[in-house]
């Protein structure tokens, strides 16, 4: 398998970059790609409490998230502030601003207290993270006990054939080629599983399962 190529360590920081990574996040949301995302977490009862997520970048998946959930409320920690900028606009605009709440922050020392949330999320930030097994010790001691950590990501062993139509349907050349950077930066289950056994010994998988264009795994604090 080739080897890992790190793409960024400090999220989106240009604002014309944020700009047009939110125009085509928008467009995969109104083609219904985010909730199908979003779906998986329904499907597995987690569909309540106050959640946290990890890079929500324009906010869309989490924004989804409570759009379609009760007693749901949810922070964001989010390492660029032009990206939370965008966020708290998106959040607006969706009339969910009451429930949501964006810092800036890096998810290896986070500023919450232990035990805070019930649930933590990832859509598609995994692959930027530098050392995945802080921050997923981090994610364990906010957790509270019994609660879930979500994450979906790409995974670079993947066939780019097989995901051909993905980077075809992004029109934007920069975020095109941003896209294959992420893939090269992503994990593979294996080293998922490993980053959890590394971590913290209150996290078990429950779920994991390879995709087309990648994975998503469930853990839960016990």
Known sequence: MKERVIETVDGIQEIGSVQKYNLMQRETRDHG??????DRLVKNGLVSGHALEIGPGPGY????????????TLNGIEISQ????????????????????????DAKQMEFEDETFDLVISC???HEWEYPEAIIKEASRVLKKGGHFFSLDWRRDVDLNAISF???????????????????????????????SIADNQMRLKVYEELIYGMYVIAQKV
């Not at 032009?82 to 922050?105: C, D, F, S, T, W």
């Not at 075809?168 to 959890?196: C, P, T, W």
């Open 33 to 38: 790609h985010i909730m199908e995302k979003v």
């Open 61 to 72: 998946f989490g924004l989804e998230w409570l759009k379609v959930t009760d007693n749901s």
């Open 82 to 105: 032009p990206m939370i900028a965008m966020a708290e606009e998106n959040a607006a605009e969706y009339g969910l601003q009451n429930r949501v709440k964006y810092v800036h922050g």
């Open 124 to 126: 598609f930030s995994l």
């Open 166 to 196: 993905i980077p075809n349907s992004v029109k934007d050349e920069k975020m095109r080629e941003g896209l294959f950077r992420s893939i090269d930066a992503s994990y593979h289950v294996d080293e998922i599983k490993q980053f959890f």
